[in-house]
């Protein structure tokens, strides 16, 4: 029998989710030069990348250079991308076992946390993770509807997502026209009567999850003003001490200073931030949310962090929109071992543990926030992947042959076409691709994406039939 991982028998490893960590997963297989791989990468959606293509905002075209990285590893001749199919609908997790010697779960975290409040279910509440993917073209809310008339919202939370919610909501419609937002939030933007926008973070300036460069970028914004009382910007002797090895919340507060000491420009929108305050109740009049009662709070050590505690002050604050940026969700996966509690698939260093069956090799890995949880950056993942990758690896030698199937790539193409699915390989993305950007060209913006995968499909269709 021969060894895997070898010339005469890759080592075939299934990847499900093409976002940044099964990316960079994918990368780290490749890079390693003593291991032969064939690798395939599943996504749900026709278009790869995930969280590049869907999470990250329009208006940070940047950020999503990192699909280079991404194009790099997918047209590696080692690879093949295997959009459109859903991995526990179109094939099951026992197919795939029976087909690669090993599998890299790399879904993310797809939902979003509540606040578990009185009045969420409201009208106009809505959470960050369905307006993110609103404004850009997620398939899933392609029959969303956000309207904008209202004048005062509120975003809850202080991290990087209440930043982009907060920054796309106040920014003028004619720089958003210049970017690939979804047509339909573009047309909202338009309408828009948001005149205030208050970011309600339920600790102090000093815990603040927000990065710095994504804070100053809120200042910079044509048109709208950021408001900061500076009576909130009064330490307490914790947040002091805290100060001091921390950077990056040093950074957050000297641009919360400057802020503070600026005087009121009328006519612009407002970005108000409010500190120590957290939604008690989302107070609604006929099924729609008229108003966010919040109680004020003050910090308490405990010897994890300073935790917010409420004093039983309250407020009401007439919004008439509220959405939640409080962080992701990762939900139970198929039927492997789930953690309640942290929301993840538990996992040693990437390599999932059965808590009930601890010494099963179980052949199975995550990378990324299915793995850690919802935090980090982009870049965050390339370390995450590489220590799952290396697990993996590891693990090679104690691999058992599992027959034909691992052997032959055809053989789960050919369960897909029996299933009737619609494989979209990465040429074919590519194909859509160049649709998306010529659309894009003739606005002046970066691509018009694909609302909906029944459009994907029938224009693949057409160029196939064309071609
Ligand atoms: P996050 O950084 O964890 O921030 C969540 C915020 O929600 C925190 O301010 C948290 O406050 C608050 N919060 C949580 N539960 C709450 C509750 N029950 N009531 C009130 N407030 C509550 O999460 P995120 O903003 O969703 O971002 C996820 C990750 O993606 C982060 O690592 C982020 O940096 C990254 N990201 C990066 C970018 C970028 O680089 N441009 C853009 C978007 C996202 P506490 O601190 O008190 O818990």
Not at 236 to 255: G, H, M, T, V
Not at 335 to 340: F, G, R, S
């Amino acid at each position: 029998m021969t060894r895997i991982g070898t010339s005469e028998h890759p080592l075939r490893v299934a990847v499900v989710g093409s976002g940044p960590s099964g990316m960079y997963a994918v990368a780290a297989l490749l890079d390693d030069e003593d291991l032969e791989v064939s690798v395939d990468v599943f996504d749900r959606l026709p278009a790869p990348y995930g969280l590049v293509r869907y999470g990250v905002a329009p208006d940070h075209q940047k950020i999503k250079l990192v699909s280079r990285v991404f194009d790099k590893a997918i047209t590696d001749e080692r690879v093949r991308f295997l959009g459109n199919v859903e991995v526990g609908t179109d094939l099951s997790r026992e197919e795939l076992k029976r087909h690669y010697h090993q599998i890299v779960y790399a879904v993310g975290a797809q939902s979003d946390r509540s606040l578990g409040i009185p009045g969420e279910d409201l009208e106009g509440s809505i959470s960050s993770t369905e307006f993110v993917a609103w404004y850009n073209s997620h398939p899933d809310l392609a029959d969303a509807h956000y309207p904008l008339h209202h004048e005062r919202v509120a975003v809850v939370g202080i991290g990087n997502v209440a930043m982009d919610v907060s920054r796309m909501l106040a920014k003028p419609v004619e720089e958003l026209a210049k970017t690939d937002i979804s047509d339909a939030a573009l047309e909202e933007m338009e309408r828009s009567r948001v005149r205030e926008i208050d970011v309600l973070a339920r600790r102090g300036p000093v815990q603040a999850k927000c990065s710095p460069a994504e804070l100053k970028e809120l200042t910079e914004i044509p048109g709208a003003q950021v408001v900061v009382d500076p009576g909130d910007l009064e330490l307490d002797p914790a947040s002091e001490a805290a100060l001091e090895d921390d950077r990056s919340a040093r950074k957050n507060l000297e641009i919360f200073r400057e802020l503070s000491e600026a005087s009121d420009e009328p006519e612009k929108r407002k970005i108000r931030f409010r500190f120590l305050v957290s939604p008690v109740e989302i107070v609604g009049e006929e099924g729609e949310v008229t108003g966010v009662r919040v109680e004020h709070n003050v910090l308490e050590p405990t010897p994890e962090r300073l935790r917010a505690r409420g004093t039983g002050r309250t407020e009401l604050l007439p919004v008439t929109m509220v959405v939640r940026a409080i962080g992701y969700r990762s939900e139970r996966l198929l039927d492997l071992p789930y953690d309640e509690r942290r929301a993840i698939v538990p996992n040693l260093e990437g390599r999932i543990l059965h808590p009930d069956r601890p010494e099963e090799v179980s052949r199975e890995y995550v990378v990324g926030w299915v793995k850690r949880g919802p935090t980090g950056l982009i870049g965050t993942n390339k370390l995450d992947a590489r220590e799952t990758v290396e697990k993996m690896v590891e693990d090679v030698p104690g691999l058992e042959d599992q027959g034909d199937g691992d052997r032959d790539p055809a053989a789960v193409d050919r369960i897909l076409a029996d299933r009737g699915v619609t494989v979209v390989s990465y040429d074919d993305w590519k194909r859509l691709d160049e649709v998306e950007v010529a659309q894009g060209e003739e606005l002046g913006r970066p691509r018009v994406k694909f609302p909906r995968v029944e459009e994907m499909l029938e224009t693949l269709e057409e160029l196939r039939a064309g071609s």
